[in-house]
Structures are given as C-alpha cells and as structure tokens.
C-alpha cells in the first residue's frame, strides 16, 4: 500500500499538481508572515479585513468569557447557546429570510442540504463551475447529477425539461469562487418556477461584499426567498469569522434539523465564534466605505492588467483570476511573484479545468493603492523575462 501511494505522489509532483501546505505566522491581513517570511498577500478571502478588527476581536474574547471556548456538544444535545440562537436571528434578518440555521462549514452546509433534500429518485443540477461541495453532497444523496455548462441557462432549460418524475434541485455558486463572476441568478429563478424546480445559491463570496449593505448576490439582483429557496453563505470570508448558516422557509430549516447529518452529528461552532459574526454583521452594514475600496482597487487593477496585455476573466468582484494556461507556468509566476515579496497562488486542476490553471489575485479593503501599483510592477517584470 505505502508504495502505491508514493507512485501516486509522484505522479501529481511529475504533473506540477502536488500542493504543498505554509505555515502563516501572522493574522491575516495586506501583509502576512509566511514559512518566516514576510509577503504582500493577494490570496485571502478576508474580503473586508474584519477578521482582526478590533470590534470583532473584542466580541470574540467576550463571548469566550461569558460562554467559554468551546460549545461542548451538537446543536441538539446541550450545544445550541444564545449566541447561536441569536446569531441565526440576525443572519435571518441580514438576508431577508424568515429563519437561518448554523453550520460549522460551508462544505458542510452545502453536504447537508442537499442530503437531506434529495435521494435515488430525485435530480441534482449543477453548473459546470460550481464549488466542489455541491457536487459532492449530490454524490452523498445519491440523486442523479446533471451538469450544465456554466452559466447556461437555455442548457439548464433543456436539462430540466427531460426529467419527468422525481424533486430537482437546482445548485449553483453565486459568485463563482476561481472565476469571480456572477451567475445569472434573475433568469436561473425564472426557469426554476417554470420547471418546478427548487434553486439553491452559495453565497460564500457574496456575503458581505455584493449588493445593497453587503446583504449579498441575491440583493444585488432584487431576489429573495420566494425566488431563491435555499441560501448558504459563509462566515469566515468577508465576515471574518468562522462557519457558515442555510437561510430558507421555516419548513427547510425544520426539515434540516431534523435530516441534515452533518447538523445533527457534529459538536456546534464555539459561541464566541456566533458572538465575533454579529459584531462583524453590524460592520458590514455600516461601512460601505469597505465595498467601496474594493471596488476601486479592482478597478485600478484590471485597468492596469489591461494596458500589460494581462489575460484577466470578466470579473469585477474581489476575486481577479489571471489566467496562465499550464499548470506548470502558473507555478513558476508564483514562484517569481514570491521571490519579489508579493503572495498569489498557483490554482491548478482539478480545481479548475485542465488548460486553465491561473493565478487567483484577491483584494481586501485593506490594500492599499501603492499595493495594487506593486503588484502591477511585478507582473510586468514576469512578463518582461518570460519574452526574454
């Protein structure tokens, strides 16, 4: 056995696909201490910078002394405090829905729900793109998986209207974590009601950073509860905490409860952690300054990347991937982009489509410009010695 896996280590090594784990030495932030040294960070998912802002830590070491550090068992033995209890009731108002429900993980949200909801009989549809939670809790339920081209909706159409017996569930990202956009939640909900169709959306990278007051992709585009069923969104992204919560129907979140296995069997997130997202909730809501940043620097960003000749995709979130073709290539523009004090990591397949591996550039309202201009001047250098 030992030798078989060594051969398939090699192999991911041979195919530039074997990952390597760093150790951070710091707190996230614009500038990070990793494996000892200290780089201009481009990789975090700390979108608003909240995950060490003095309001968030504060509630943090709170609700440690008022609750104690861990939660000491599930939700449905003695685990479910008051912190949890009220953060679902704040997550439920933040996003419009009638009732929320907590969960440790996005991965294990996303496992959760569709678990729970789908069997043999019934028809998951998933984009091509989506995150690979939402693939893998259709393998847990067993239901047949169909898979649209991205954001393909005449495709989703056809697909939907082959299948004549059983529930369809329809999943999709809302924005899409490798490739920064959007999907196109308006006519995905459309379709969906005419085909009898449930519609779930992963918000993992909308929260907090899209729409009105940051209350995510589905208020960017005038959409709630009765078009969109089911929301997942994260809590250790732009709300700079830890964890994830499903928003939907009081009979979805009763149902969840009672059949989301990785709900019932899982010990429930440290109630300082519940305490630190509320705090960071309030953030969200009151700095739109955050948001506003974040759309500068992008800007300032493409616009630059743009006059280099830089293969950028059609994306004007946070999330700015540049794509390099080979996986080996991407690797070795890391690699440089390192040894010039700047962080971007090399995102290769299967993460994404063989052919497409990139560089997954992200910004937090924590940059600065001069950072942007920075990391511009040394992709440029790259480019430069790679015509050489």
Same mark, same amino acid.
């Given at each position: 056995?030992?030798?078989?896996?060594?051969?398939?280590?090699?192999?991911?090594?041979?195919?530039?696909?074997?990952?390597?784990?760093?150790?951070?030495?710091?707190?996230? &932030? /614009?500038?990070?201490? $990793?494996?000892?040294?200290? !780089?201009?960070?481009?990789?975090?998912? *700390?979108?608003?910078? #909240? =995950? %060490?802002?003095?309001?968030?830590?504060?509630?943090?070491?709170?609700?440690?002394?008022?609750?104690?550090?861990?939660?000491?068992?599930?939700?449905?033995?003695?685990?479910?405090?008051?912190?949890?209890?009220?953060?679902?009731?704040?997550?439920?108002?933040?996003?419009?829905?009638?009732?929320?429900?907590?969960?440790?993980?996005?991965?294990?949200?996303?496992?959760?729900?569709?678990?729970?909801?789908? &069997? /043999?009989?019934?028809? $998951?549809?998933?984009?091509? !793109?989506?995150?690979?939670?939402?693939? *893998?809790?259709?393998? #847990? =339920? %067993?239901?047949?998986?169909?898979?649209?081209?991205?954001?393909?909706?005449?495709?989703?159409?056809?697909?939907?209207?082959?299948?004549?017996?059983?529930?369809?569930?329809?999943?999709?990202?809302?924005?899409?974590?490798?490739?920064?956009?959007?999907?196109?939640?308006?006519?995905?909900?459309?379709?969906?009601?005419?085909?009898?169709?449930?519609?779930?959306?992963?918000?993992?990278?909308?929260?907090?950073?899209i729409g009105p007051e940051g209350r995510g992709t589905l208020?960017?585009?005038?959409?709630?509860?009765?078009?969109?069923?089911?929301?997942?969104?994260?809590?250790?992204?732009?709300?700079?905490?830890?964890?994830?919560?499903?928003?939907?129907?009081?009979?979805?979140?009763?149902?969840?409860?009672?059949?989301?296995?990785?709900?019932?069997?899982?010990?429930?997130?440290?109630?300082?952690?519940?305490?630190?997202?509320?705090?960071?909730?309030?953030?969200?809501?009151?700095?739109?300054?955050?948001?506003?940043?974040?759309?500068?620097?992008?800007?300032?960003?493409?616009?630059?990347?743009?006059?280099?000749?830089?293969?950028?995709?059609?994306?004007?979130?946070?999330?700015?991937?540049?794509?390099?073709?080979?996986?080996?290539?991407?690797?070795?523009?890391?690699?440089?982009?390192?040894?010039?004090?700047?962080?971007?990591?090399?995102?290769?397949?299967?993460?994404?489509?063989?052919?497409?591996?990139?560089?997954?550039?992200?910004?937090?309202?924590?940059?600065?410009?001069?950072?942007?201009?920075?990391?511009?001047?040394?992709?440029?250098?790259?480019?430069?010695?790679?015509a050489a």
């Open positions: 056995m030992p030798q078989d896996l060594k051969a398939g280590l090699e192999r991911r090594r041979a195919e530039h696909l074997y990952r390597h784990r760093r150790v951070l030495g710091s707190p996230q &932030g /614009r500038e990070i201490i $990793l494996d000892g040294q200290k !780089l201009l960070s481009f990789c975090s998912n *700390d979108y608003l910078g #909240l =995950s %060490r802002h003095p309001k968030v830590i504060e509630a943090f070491r709170q609700g440690a002394e008022n609750h104690g550090v861990g939660s000491g068992a599930a939700h449905l033995i003695t685990g479910h405090g008051t912190a949890h209890q009220k953060l679902e009731e704040v997550l439920a108002e933040f996003v419009g829905y009638p009732r929320a429900l907590l969960f440790s993980t996005g991965y294990m949200a996303n496992l959760g729900v569709i678990s729970a909801l789908l &069997g /043999r009989a019934d028809c $998951l549809f998933a984009d091509r !793109l989506n995150h690979a939670s939402l693939i *893998d809790g259709g393998l #847990l =339920s %067993r239901a047949r998986l169909k898979r649209y081209p991205h954001g393909n909706v005449a495709s989703l159409l056809r697909q939907l209207a082959s299948v004549e017996s059983g529930k369809k569930l329809v999943a999709t990202d809302g924005v899409f974590s490798m490739d920064g956009d959007l999907a196109p939640l308006p006519q995905l909900a459309q379709t969906c009601a005419n085909q009898d169709a449930w519609l779930m959306v992963d918000d993992a990278h909308g929260i907090g950073v208020a960017h585009f005038g959409l709630g509860p009765s078009e969109v069923p089911i929301l997942m969104g994260t809590l250790g992204k732009a709300l700079g905490a830890f964890g994830a919560f499903v928003a939907g129907s009081e009979e979805l979140i009763e149902t969840l409860i009672q059949q989301a296995r990785p709900y019932i069997y899982t010990t429930a997130p440290p109630p300082a952690v519940a305490e630190a997202v509320r705090a960071g909730i309030e953030l969200v809501i009151t700095d739109q300054w955050r948001r506003d940043r974040l759309v500068a620097l992008v800007q300032r960003f493409r616009t630059g990347a743009e006059r280099l000749g830089l293969k950028l995709f059609p994306s004007h979130t946070p999330i700015q991937p540049l794509l390099l073709g080979e996986s080996e290539r991407a690797l070795a523009w890391s690699r440089e982009l390192e040894a010039l004090g700047i962080l971007a990591t090399a995102i290769r397949p299967p993460t994404v489509p063989a052919g497409s591996a990139r560089l997954r550039i992200t910004f937090s309202a924590e940059h600065l410009e001069s950072d942007v201009d920075s990391l511009l001047v040394a992709l440029e250098s790259i480019m430069q010695r790679e």
